[in-house]
């Protein structure tokens, strides 16, 4: 079967960075999504990983390796309003986006 | 300001009723989705359309019927509706179909079925 494995929850301090990590066995790789959801809001858009490597886009980076199935998101500078669920997600063989069940992060001052 | 739309915002249905939960996106995309989101679970996708006048079932279709009459509206329908299907529902698009486009979603629909 196909699985996404992320951590349930996790708690940072303020001004600290967080490594959330996510983990997948999917019947192929086409790419791994990261997206952020507040509370009681859609999700939106954080990065994209196709290749293995680091893509870094402000004070979020995301990293993906694909011979292990395991990608991480790594947020600096942490700020209150990072204080939301963290969802990873995998495109499978037949391009069909497979969710994670998010990690929530809760952020402490 | 261009997206999508979603209505009612909540609702609260009696078992056995119908329902029809609305979408409508702006960004002339191909493909729509449907997903619904439970405590504890991912996103799970209800249905889906890669282009207007076509439509296809996700994981859990069950109990659930779509349209895609235009690029526009993509209206999801409980034909009776079970407490099981209490979840909040999100729409959702991308400019094409295929699991490598950003999907785009809407501010989703909190539904409770008594």
């Known amino acids: 079967g196909q699985n996404i494995d992320q951590p349930t929850e996790m708690t940072a301090t303020e001004g600290a960075i967080v490594q959330i990590n996510c983990t997948y066995q999917?019947?192929?790789?086409?790419?791994l999504f990261w997206y952020q959801q507040h509370a009681g809001e859609a999700p939106t858009f954080l990065s994209y990983?196709?290749l293995d490597g680091l893509e870094e886009k402000g004070r979020f980076s995301s990293f993906l390796s694909r011979s292990k199935g395991y990608s991480y998101l790594l947020l600096k500078e942490l700020q209150m309003k990072d204080s939301a669920s963290y969802l990873c997600?995998?495109?499978?063989?037949?391009?069909?986006?497979?969710w994670g069940a998010g990690t929530k992060l809760i952020i402490k001052p | 300001i261009a997206g999508i739309t979603q209505a009612p915002t909540s609702q609260i249905l009696a078992a056995g009723r119908r329902m029809t939960l609305r979408c409508t996106q702006d960004?002339?995309?191909?493909?729509m989705y449907w997903y619904r989101q439970d405590l504890g679970l991912g996103l799970r996708l209800i249905h889906y359309?890669?282009?207007?006048?076509?439509?296809g079932k996700g994981e859990v279709p069950d109990g659930y019927s779509v349209s895609r009459a235009n690029t526009d509206d993509f209206p999801l329908t409980l034909a009776s509706a079970v407490p099981s299907q209490t979840s909040v529902y999100f729409c959702?698009?991308?400019?094409?179909?295929?699991?490598?486009?950003?999907?785009?979603f809407g501010p989703g629909t909190r539904l409770l079925v008594l």
């Open positions: 959702a698009s991308s400019s094409r179909a295929g699991g490598q486009e950003t999907q785009y």
């Open positions: 960004m002339r995309h191909n493909a």
């Open positions: 359309s890669n282009t207007a006048g076509t439509t």
């Open positions: 999917t019947s192929g790789f086409n790419g």
């Open positions: 990983n196709v």
């Open positions: 997600a995998v495109t499978d063989s037949n391009y069909q986006l497979i």
